[in-house]
């Protein structure tokens, strides 16, 4: 699964890479959580022109809500979407086929549980990781998002796709994010990308680039924000 990640990396890189012309304001960021607002990029086709004027790095809340639903607090519950099923959940079917995004991020968290020491009462302990790229350049996560209106308030939220963990990962968790390289990212933004094409890139990341760090247990309080988290 994916809880919580960090991102660093310059809105200006990022608007370069994806032809788009304007960036919000963005400070980094080390420890962003569920129901947080988080950057996305949407509305983009393999050529780098906008479907429209107000489409390109929006800022999305973390948690999806269907635009069915009363409550907006069910986005609290779905954060991530599983790719297997995702084609035929009703949550997210709908976003999958017409409301996908790119969420960068230059790193994600997961926990490690160790094994209790023998003969104690003692818990298992949770070790944070962060998982980044060697190189230091930002993953590109599928997500989707959706839109929900009532009255004059717009929610806009998005979920993030999940797959079965690469060697690496599978050393931490079952689950890991859905990463595309920038062809598969520019594919999944694509609106006439056929839906056999998009099932494609929902694969496991080559874990060859990727590195994983252990770090500071204050990233457990989600109210923690700063550089020392990765240290």
Not at 7 to 26: D, H, K, N, S
Not at 71 to 85: L, V
């Amino acid at each position: 699964m994916c809880g919580r990640f960090t991102l660093r990396t310059p809105m200006a890189v990022l608007a370069q890479r994806f032809g788009i012309p304007e960036t919000p304001v963005w400070e980094p960021r080390y420890n962003i959580a569920p129901t947080q607002p988080i950057a996305a990029i949407r509305g983009f086709q393999s050529n780098d022109v906008p479907l429209s004027d107000d489409r390109g790095l929006a800022w999305l809340r973390w948690g999806l809500v269907p635009n069915w639903a009363d409550d907006p607090k069910i986005g609290s519950r779905m954060i991530n979407a599983r790719s297997e099923s995702v084609h035929e959940k009703p949550s997210f079917r709908t976003p999958f086929r017409k409301r996908r995004c790119v969420i960068p991020a230059d790193g994600y968290y997961e926990w490690q549980t160790s094994a209790p020491v023998e003969g104690t009462q003692r818990a298992a302990a949770k070790r944070p990781f962060h998982f980044r790229r060697r190189d230091g350049e930002p993953f590109l996560m599928a997500g989707l998002w959706e839109s929900r209106r009532r009255g004059d308030e717009l929610l806009e939220t998005c979920a993030l796709l999940t797959v079965g963990a690469n060697a690496l990962a599978a050393q931490y968790h079952d689950r890991m994010p859905v990463i595309l390289d920038e062809e598969g990212a520019h594919r999944w933004l694509d609106p006439d990308t056929p839906e056999a094409r998009l099932r494609e890139l929902l694969v496991p990341a080559d874990p060859e680039p990727m590195v994983a760090v252990e770090v500071s247990t204050r990233v457990n309080k989600p109210s923690i924000d700063d550089p020392s988290l990765l240290e």
